[in-house]
């Protein structure tokens, strides 16, 4: 009888304390995972990755409650170190911690190894940074978005970044050499068959493994022949040593040197040396800089201090924006529910909507409304395999040590 | 390495008749391998100033020394503490690290670069020998395993590269010294910096072998080599002798580790570990236990890789280093300079 009366008591409280509850809907609690590279060969980018996530975490949560829609966001991060058995360690631990979208990686065998050994199974997406094509050999069953053009559109804007200088790419001789990796490899190929189909010629491609303890050899081939143009598909932290090599030839013009996203700073690191840097051009993913969307993401990123712009900062804020929203819609934070919801959110012919009025977008999304989320970076309106539309490039210039954009180019066209 | 020992047990040998070799093999065990080495990298070398042109072959040599230089000088110390101490340091990589990063601190402070190199060597002598207080010499006398010897040295490596990294962070470092400029030597070309460490090392290595092969201390160390226990019978203070090869060892990392870093221009926390593979390559071919050997060895990876880029492509290069590698110890098991013992 006791028991009875101390059941239906804890019944009774357990009913008053969880009243309130029912009353108000359950406000989502949403965790952002950051696969962050902040040891490895593409340690610059960490900290830029970093605050892009933050500063969109921070925003989206204002805005949602600017528009009364109970979802807080909250980011947790782990260091991917450039290695793919460290990042699935690194995107392990954050999805045990009940990471519900993945930012991140930048290196696509870090990617692939996060998607075979977790992220597929569990249906948690993951927004690479990484460009290759590579990613998309895999069967990723829809749970890997990019926000960044690939590689395959990367090697075009090249291809026009080097007839902007040369005039033509007729009988002009480019000499090639990439880092051993995916990367190098897709956006090199890519590059050399687009630049014989102009009709310029290639040599090469010079291939190294970014472990060796000289790079002299290498250099001296890049520059053998003369040629009217170099392109260097490499990574910072080797760059620092090659480009001392390249110097070292005596024969080396760097104003005739392109480089792709991975090797375009804001300022030229202090390791580079400047004779390496100096004229070259380059190509990465560009964000339309005039918009007002660029305003406000730009002002957050001065308001907050701390690091400058780095490439694809844009492209990561806006996986975070489409994450939330895509937790809005399908109002929980589980997994799968936002796989099964980004489209929704980036759906071709819906109302547009943009930064600038991200909480009504929120609202729209938490009412159950498809829309078209327009980010930083441009148009997603992802294709069958994940990759966006946006295809617009920067083609910039390193002068005195820092880069300056000199056009941006839609690279379909 | 003794040429002399090594002429006088093969005549010695083949004088007792008994298992002694016929008399042509004899007379070709006569010359030592540094002989058959030299012949060997030098014909190679004609052969290829006759097939790539003197300006392609000459400038991939050149390069190849300087990665012999890089190689050699890292090598020595990992060899040594190996003739020894039969322990197969695998932290030896990051003492190379550690002994930059401490050059680049003491620079913060306002220190010259060479003064702080200097100081560094010392403070990295000082932590090998703290290790072998705190962590060898116990094992040592609990008659520790090859195999725990080898997984405990794995295990110190990661403890001294995530320390570099805690303190330091991860992030690139740049050295500050001009990696840019070169010297020319008729049509071909050389990093001044490449130039110096080549110099340095070569030097660095002639002195070691020469300090152990003529002085006291030199000796008590190939004895405890030898033999430890016959060693402290023949009262040698082995205690002290294991004590100054660590310093010694120590040292050599240090300037190592600075050597190349200033070569190479920038460093990140795992560059040590990096190398240490290529490292081992040279000390293992060289025949381990051996200072010369780390030379040679040094030489003959160097080479192997650069001159194997006039032919295919550069990516080859690691592959070719090392099936090199396992060419030579299938033909000399015990290295180019090995022993039936390993000695220093």
Redesign the interface.
């Known amino acids: 009888m006791r028991k009875t009366l101390a059941g239906a008591a804890f019944a009774a409280g357990l009913a008053m304390a969880l009243a309130p509850m029912a009353a108000k809907a359950d406000p989502i609690n949403l965790t952002i995972g950051k696969l962050l590279e902040v040891t490895g060969p593409l340690s610059e980018t960490g900290p830029s990755q970093d605050k892009a996530i933050k500063l969109a975490v921070a925003y989206a949560n204002e805005q949602a409650a600017k528009a009364g829609v109970p979802i807080v966001a909250k980011d947790i991060g782990a260091d991917v170190q450039g290695d793919p058995q460290a990042a699935l360690s690194a995107a392990r631990s954050l999805v045990d911690q009940g990471a519900s979208c993945l930012i991140g990686p930048s290196i696509t065998p870090e990617s692939i190894a996060i998607a075979n050994g977790l992220t597929i199974r569990k249906r948690v997406t993951i927004w690479p940074t990484g460009t290759s094509m590579r990613l998309r050999t895999i069967k990723d069953e829809g749970t890997i978005f990019r926000t960044v053009p690939p590689d395959s559109l990367q090697a075009y804007a090249l291809v026009a970044a080097v007839i902007d200088k040369l005039g033509s790419a007729d009988g002009k001789l480019v000499s090639v050499i990439y880092r051993n990796e995916p990367y190098g490899e897709g956006l090199a190929k890519g590059f050399s068959k687009a630049w014989e189909a102009k009709g310029g010629k290639i040599q090469g491609p010079v291939v190294f493994d970014p472990a060796q303890a000289t790079f002299d050899s290498e250099a001296g081939q890049v520059v053998a022949n003369n040629p009217d143009a170099y392109v260097i598909i490499d990574y910072p932290d080797t760059y620092a040593k090659l480009g001392a090599a390249l110097v070292r030839t005596g024969k080396f013009d760097a104003s005739k040197a392109f480089v792709a996203d991975a090797l375009a700073f804001s300022t030229v690191p202090s390791n580079i040396p400047p004779q390496a840097t100096e004229g070259m051009r380059g190509t990465r993913g560009g964000t339309p800089m005039g918009t007002d969307a660029y305003k406000i993401f730009d002002d957050l990123w001065r308001k907050a201090g701390g690091v400058e712009h780095f490439s694809l900062d844009a492209n990561s804020f806006d996986s975070t924006t489409l994450c939330f929203l895509a937790a809005a819609m399908a109002k929980s934070s589980d997994p799968a529910a936002i796989t099964s919801h980004i489209r929704d959110v980036t759906s071709p012919g819906a109302p547009k909507f943009y930064l600038t009025n991200l909480a009504d977008a929120i609202k729209a999304v938490y009412g159950g409304q498809k829309i078209d989320y327009i980010g930083v970076a441009g148009t997603f309106e992802f294709a069958e395999n994940g990759d966006p539309t946006v295809s617009l490039f920067d083609i910039f210039e390193y002068q005195k040590g820092k880069l300056v954009v000199l056009k941006q180019i839609d690279a379909t066209k | 390495m003794q040429p002399n020992d090594e002429m006088s047990r093969s005549e010695s040998e083949a004088r007792r008749g008994g298992d002694a070799p016929p008399f042509l093999w004899a007379g070709w065990r006569r010359l030592p391998p540094v002989v058959y080495l030299a012949l060997g990298l030098l014909l190679i070398l004609l052969l290829l100033f006759a097939v790539a042109g003197p300006v392609?072959a000459g400038?991939?040599t050149?390069?190849g020394l300087?990665?012999a230089g890089?190689?050699a000088l890292g090598a020595v110390g990992l060899t040594l503490v190996y003739g020894v101490l039969r322990l197969v340091n695998f932290a030896h990589g990051d003492m190379l690290t550690f002994g930059t990063y401490v050059t680049l601190a003491i620079t913060s402070l306002g220190v010259p670069f060479w003064p702080a190199a200097v100081l560094a060597m010392i403070v990295t002598a000082l932590l090998a020998v703290l290790i072998d207080r705190v962590m060898w010499e116990p094992m040592r006398r609990a008659r520790t395993s090859t195999l725990q010897f080898f997984l405990a040295a794995i295990g110190l490596a990661m403890v001294l590269r995530y320390s570099v990294?805690f303190f330091a962070g991860?992030?690139?470092?740049?050295?500050?010294l001009?990696?840019?400029?070169?010297v020319?030597i008729g049509p071909w070309?050389l990093?001044s910096l490449?130039f110096v460490v080549m110099l340095v090392g070569l030097a660095t290595i002639l002195l070691t072998g020469a300090g152990l092969r003529y002085t006291r201390l030199g000796k008590e160390m190939r004895a405890v080599a030898d033999n430890i226990a016959l060693a402290e019978v023949a009262g040698i203070d082995t205690r002290r002798t294991i004590r100054i090869t660590w310093i010694v060892a120590g040292g050599l990392a240090a300037l190592a580790g600075i050597l190349?870093a200033t070569a190479?221009?920038?460093i990140?926390?795992?560059f040590g570990f990096?190398?240490l593979l290529?490292l081992f390559a040279a000390a293992v071919l060289g025949g381990i236990g051996n200072a010369y050997g780390a030379l040679a060895g040094g030489i003959v990876i160097g080479l192997a890789?650069?001159w194997s880029?006039l032919f295919f492509?550069?990516?080859w290069?690691?592959a070719i280093g090392f099936a090199i590698l396992i060419l030579t110890l299938i033909l000399m098991p015990r290295g180019i300079f090995g022993r039936r013992k390993a000695r220093i």
Do not use: C, M, W
């Open positions: 392609e400038q991939s050149l390069n300087v990665g890089y190689f990294q991860s992030q690139v470092r740049a050295v500050g001009d990696t840019t400029s070169s020319d070309h990093g490449q190349y190479i221009g920038s990140n926390p795992n990096t190398i290529s890789q650069e880029t492509n550069p990516r290069k690691p």
